[in-house]
């Protein structure tokens, strides 16, 4: 998915979305089973709130990474998605 393409999403509860792949133990490498046991979670809003739940998640290192930032302010969307490594959205269609 191009960097600032809609990311649709259904049946979610919003604020913060938690995301998980499962994946057999089996067939991963080490390094592999060790990012496999963090949960991807997708940001919704950068607002105050948003940013407490960042707070969140950057204390949880070894059960959470921040895979997606969703806001409709693109500059602040781009430049944290930047910092930290990720996708992001402008909408969540």
Known sequence: RP???SLRL???IFSVIVCCLSVPATLMSPVEQASARRFGIA???L???GHFHLTSIKSLPEVARLAWVVDVDEP???SLAADMG???SASLE
């Open 3 to 5: 960097p600032g393409s």
């Open 86 to 88: 990720c996708q992001w």
């Open 10 to 12: 259904q049946g979610c």
């Open 47 to 49: 607002g105050r709130s």
């Open 76 to 78: 602040r969307a781009t």
């Open 43 to 45: 940001l919704v809003g």
